[in-house]
C-alpha cells in the first residue's frame, strides 16, 4: 500500500489572475496515519481534493500503488473512503437509505453493504436515529453519516477533511480512537486545524503553508525541534501588549500574579523558564522559521 | 437615503452572484433562443389572415409580446430561487442578524430578480433591432417605436413576475413544488383571460391585442379579431401598417400600475417573509427534530466492542439494475402518496379513456406530473451538495450518470405507460415509436439541462414551456407525448435524445476532476 505524490503542484485561473494553491508538492505515504496541518489557505484542501480525485493536478504526478491517478483515477477510487469537509446530505433519506445509496454507487453487493451499514451505525452512534430523515439531523450528527459514509467501503485510503468539526468532545475522542483503531493496514490522511487530534492519531505529521511542503516527519521529530525553545514568562496585564509585539506568543493565561505567557524563542527573557514543547508549540515554531526563511530569501533577492 | 443604499447592495450583491453562475448564460440563451424562433417563423404574430408590415413599431412590438409571454412563465421558473439561495449558502442568517426590514429584503430580492429578466429582454430588445435591419419593409429604424414596447410593456411585465416569483417563495405552500405547478395553471388561465377581453394585462397580450385589431378595423372593418400567437398554422397572407401605440400619459399610468402592483406585491410577501427563522420553515419544522438527549439515547457502544468485517474483495461488485434501483428510490422518496394516486389516475385513465382528444390531453397531463422528478436529474448532486462523495466514487462517469438516466427512462414509461400500452394495443407502430422516442426524450433532455446548469429549474422552465406550446397546443413536431396525428418527431425526438446523452456526458465528464 503506497502512495506517491510526486512534485503535485495546482494552478487556479481566479478573477484576480493565476493562483498556485499548491507547488512542487512530494510526499510518500505509506500505512498509518498522516495529520495533515497547516494554516487557512495553506493548500491541504486543494491537495486531498487532487488525491480524491476530485480535482485534477495541474502538473506532477501521484500514483496509488503504482497506478497513475491521472489516467487511471478509478484504482484509487475502488478503495477510497472520502469525507469532505463540507458536505451535504438527501434530507428524505434516512441513515440505511442513504447509506444503502453510497453502496450501490461505491459498487458494494447488497448483502455486504447491509452487513457494513449494520455494523458503521453503532460505531457512529446512529444506531437509535437510523430511521429518522436525515434533514432532521443536527450537525454533528450528519457528520457521524458522514463518516459512516467513508468507512462503507472499507477503504485502505481513508481522507478525512476536519473530521471532528461539529462533534461534541464525547465523539470527538470516540472518532479519534476509532481513527486509531483503523490506522494500522491503511492510509489514513486527516487535515485538521485541532492540533489535538493530530496529537492522538497522527504517526506522521505534514505541514503545509502557502502550498508548499514545510516538513514531513513523526511528531516526536517536531517537538525535538522545538525542545528549548519554549518558555514561561510572568508578565503584569500592562506589559502583555508589548510582549507580544516582541514575541511569538502560544498561549496566556491569567493568574493572581500576572499573566503567564508561554511563549517561542531562541533564547529566554529575563525571568523566563523552559517548559516541554507541546505539539502545538512545535507546528508554531515550524512555521515562523519557515517564514524567516522566506522572508530572508526575499532580501536577498 | 440608508435604505435606499441597502436595497441597492441588496439586489446587486444577488444579481452579481446570479449573472456569475453558469446558469445565466443559459437564462440568456433562453431569451437568443426565443428571439432565433421569431426570425425562423416557428412563433409569430398573426391578425386572423394578416401580419404587420416589418417595421420598427411592428418589430418592437411582436419581440415585445413573446419576450413578456415566455419570459412571464419560463422566467418565474428561472429566478424563483433567490430566497432559496440565500438559506441554502447560509447567508440568509447572517442577514437576519442585521437591522434591515423584511420588506426591504423582499424588495431587494424583487429587484434583483427584475434585474436578470431586464436581462432577457434586453437580448429580445437588441434581437428586435437586428430584425428591423435585416427585414424592414417599410421605414427605416426608428428607436423611439422599436424600444417604447419593451420599455412600457415589457418592464412592467418583468416588474410583476419578479415580485410575484418573491411572493411565491416567501408563502410555505407555495414555495416548492406544488407552488410551480399552481403558478403554471394560474398563468395559463391569465393569459386565456387576457386575451379573450383584451384587458391592459400585465403581460401586454391584451394590451397589444385591442389596439392592433383597432388599427386592422380601420384598414378592413371585416377583420373578426382572430389574434394568432405562437406557431403559425399557415403564414399569413396579408399585411397591415401597424405604427405602434400611441404612448399618451393615460397609456402611460396604465403600465406604470403594474410597477407600483408589483412594488405592493413585493412589500407584501414581506408579510410572509420567515426571516430564515429555523422553527417558521414548514419543512425543516415537519421533519427536524432535536438529537435525543442524554437520558433518551442509549449508551453508546464502547468502539472496542464493535468489530468492522474486513470487506471482501468479492463484495464488490458493478450491478447496474442495483444502481438504477437505488437512484430510482432516490428519486422517489420523499413523494406523497396522493402523488402516486394522481400518476395512477392519469396511467389508467390514458388508458382506458375512449375519446382521442381527452387522452391526448391525459398523456400530456401523464408527462407533466413527474416534471419536479426529473428536475432533479444531473442537478441533485449539485443542489444539496453531495458532488464530492458522489464524484469520488469510482465509476461515478459511466455507471452512475447512466443509472440515473435509466431511473428517469423508468419513470417516463411507468407515468405515460397508459398511452403506451393503448398504443400497443391499437396496433399503431408509428405511434408508440413516437411515444417511445417522448419516453427517452424527456428524461435526458432533463438530465442534459441539470448536468449543465447544476439546477433543476432550468429544465422546469423550458419543459413546461416546451409542454404548453407542443403537447397541450398540439403543434405536431413538438408534441412528444406520441399523440399527434403526425409522428414527425419520432426521429428528430431520437436523434434529440442522442444530442443530450452526449451533451450530459460531456458536461459530467467536465465536472469530475478526473473521468
Avoid at chain 1, 75 to 89: E, H
Avoid at chain 1, 246 to 262: C, N, P
Wanted: positive net charge; charged residues 15%.
Amino acid at each position: 500500500m503506497r502512495l506517491v505524490i510526486d512534485k503535485a503542484g495546482k494552478l487556479y485561473h481566479g478573477r484576480q489572475g493565476k493562483v498556485w494553491a499548491l507547488r512542487n508538492f512530494s510526499l510518500e505515504l505509506r500505512p498509518g496515519v498522516l495529520g495533515l496541518l497547516g494554516p487557512n489557505g495553506a493548500g491541504k484542501t486543494t491537495l486531498m481534493n487532487i488525491v480524491a480525485t476530485i480535482t485534477r493536478a495541474t502538473e506532477g504526478t501521484i500514483t496509488w500503488n503504482g497506478a497513475d491517478l491521472q489516467r487511471d483515477p478509478d484504482a484509487v477510487r475502488a478503495v477510497l473512503g472520502y469525507l469532505p469537509q463540507d458536505f451535504g446530505v438527501y434530507p428524505n433519506l434516512n441513515a440505511v437509505e442513504f447509506l444503502e445509496y453510497f453502496a450501490a454507487v461505491k459498487g458494494l453487493d447488497a448483502a455486504a453493504a447491509r452487513r457494513r451499514i449494520d455494523e458503521l451505525l453503532p460505531l457512529v452512534n446512529l444506531a437509535d436515529v437510523r430511521k429518522r430523515p436525515l434533514g432532521g439531523y443536527s450537525g454533528g450528527m450528519r457528520q457521524r453519516i458522514g463518516i459512516a459514509q467513508a468507512l462503507l467501503n472499507d477503504p485502505q485510503l481513508l481522507i478525512v477533511d476536519e473530521p471532528t468539526a461539529g462533534l461534541d468532545p464525547e465523539e470527538r475522542v470516540r472518532f479519534r480512537n476509532l481513527l486509531s483503531d483503523l490506522s494500522g493496514d491503511r492510509i489514513v490522511i486527516l487535515s485538521t486545524h485541532i492540533v489535538s487530534d493530530v496529537e492522538a492519531t497522527a504517526t506522521d505529521i505534514a505541514l503545509i503553508s502557502g502550498g508548499t511542503l514545510v516538513a514531513h516527519a513523526p511528531p516526536e521529530d517536531l517537538l525535538r525541534a522545538a525542545e528549548g525553545k519554549v518558555w514561561e514568562w510572568v508578565v503584569p496585564s500592562v506589559e502583555l501588549s508589548a510582549a507580544k509585539q516582541r514575541y511569538l506568543i502560544s498561549g496566556t493565561v491569567r493568574r493572581a500574579d500576572g499573566v503567564h505567557v508561554r511563549l517561542l524563542a531562541e533564547s529566554a527573557p529575563a525571568g523566563a523558564v523552559p517548559v516541554a514543547a507541546t505539539l502545538e508549540d512545535a507546528y508554531l515554531h515550524c512555521l515562523s522559521t519557515h517564514r524567516a526563511h522566506l522572508a530572508a530569501e526575499a532580501n536577498a533577492r | 437615503m440608508m435604505r435606499d443604499r441597502v436595497l441597492y447592495h441588496l439586489a446587486r450583491a444577488d444579481f452579481l452572484e446570479r449573472v456569475r453562475r453558469y446558469s445565466f448564460l443559459l437564462t440568456l440563451a433562453f431569451a437568443a433562443g426565443l428571439a432565433y424562433l421569431i426570425f425562423a417563423g416557428i412563433i409569430s404574430l398573426q391578425l386572423g389572415e394578416y401580419r404587420g408590415v416589418y417595421n420598427s413599431a411592428w418589430a418592437g412590438s411582436m419581440l415585445t409580446l413573446v419576450g413578456t409571454t415566455y419570459i412571464s412563465l419560463a422566467g418565474f421558473y428561472m429566478v424563483k430561487n433567490t430566497i432559496q439561495r440565500d438559506q441554502q449558502t447560509r447567508v440568509g442568517l447572517v442577514l437576519a442578524t442585521t437591522p434591515m426590514s423584511k420588506s426591504l429584503y423582499t424588495l431587494g430580492k424583487a429587484l434583483s430578480n427584475f434585474a436578470v429578466l431586464a436581462a432577457m429582454v434586453s437580448v429580445l430588445a437588441a434581437a428586435a433591432v437586428i430584425l428591423e435591419l435585416v427585414r424592414a419593409e417599410a421605414g427605416g429604424l426608428e428607436p423611439g417605436k422599436l424600444l417604447a414596447p419593451f420599455v412600457w410593456v415589457g418592464l412592467p411585465a418583468m416588474a410583476m413576475t419578479a415580485a410575484v416569483a418573491v411572493l411565491f417563495e416567501t408563502l410555505p405552500v407555495l414555495r416548492g413544488g406544488a407552488g410551480n405547478v399552481i403558478y403554471f395553471f394560474a398563468w395559463t388561465t391569465y393569459v386565456g383571460v387576457s386575451g379573450l377581453t383584451g384587458v391592459n394585462d400585465y403581460i401586454g397580450l391584451g394590451f397589444f391585442m385591442r389596439r392592433m385589431g383597432d388599427a386592422l378595423k380601420r384598414i378592413d372593418p371585416s377583420y373578426q379579431g382572430g389574434f394568432a400567437f405562437g406557431h403559425p398554422n399557415a403564414q399569413a397572407a396579408k399585411t397591415f401598417l401597424w405604427n405602434g401605440v400611441d404612448w399618451t400619459p393615460q397609456v402611460l399610468l396604465g403600465r406604470l400600475q403594474w410597477v407600483a402592483i408589483a412594488i405592493g406585491i413585493a412589500w407584501l410577501s414581506a408579510l410572509f417573509f420567515h426571516r430564515f427563522d429555523p422553527a417558521r420553515e414548514r419543512s425543516r419544522r415537519k421533519m427536524e427534530a432535536p438529537e435525543p438527549s442524554e437520558e433518551q439515547r442509549a449508551p453508546a457502544t464502547p468502539i472496542a466492542e464493535i468489530h468492522l468485517t474486513p470487506l471482501a474483495r468479492t463484495a464488490r461488485s458493478s450491478q447496474l439494475p442495483r444502481l438504477v434501483a437505488a437512484e430510482l428510490r432516490l428519486m422517489l422518496k420523499g413523494q406523497r402518496w396522493w402523488w402516486y394516486l394522481v400518476a395512477t389516475g392519469l396511467f389508467v385513465a390514458s388508458l382506458a379513456v375512449p375519446d382521442t382528444q381527452a387522452r391526448q390531453a391525459l398523456a400530456a397531463f401523464a408527462w407533466l406530473w413527474p416534471v419536479l422528478i426529473w428536475s432533479q436529474m444531473g442537478a441533485r448532486e449539485a443542489r444539496y451538495d453531495t458532488q464530492k462523495l458522489v464524484f469520488s466514487c469510482a465509476h461515478a462517469l459511466d455507471r452512475q450518470l447512466p443509472a440515473v438516466w435509466a431511473a428517469g427512462v423508468v419513470v417516463a414509461i411507468s407515468t405515460g405507460g397508459g398511452s403506451g400500452i393503448r398504443l400497443l394495443i391499437a396496433g399503431d407502430w408509428p405511434g408508440f415509436a413516437a411515444w417511445l422516442a417522448g419516453a427517452l426524450f424527456v428524461p435526458t433532455f432533463a438530465l442534459a439541462l441539470g448536468v449543465w446548469s447544476g439546477s433543476s429549474r432550468l429544465f422546469e422552465a423550458l419543459y413546461t414551456l416546451w409542454w404548453y406550446v407542443g403537447p397541450m397546443n398540439h403543434i405536431p413536431v413538438l408534441d412528444f407525448t406520441g399523440m399527434a396525428s403526425m409522428r414527425l418527431g419520432t426521429p428528430f425526438y431520437l436523434l434529440s435524445t442522442l444530442a443530450l446523452l452526449t451533451i450530459a456526458y460531456v458536461g459530467r465528464h467536465g465536472k469530475l476532476g478526473y473521468a
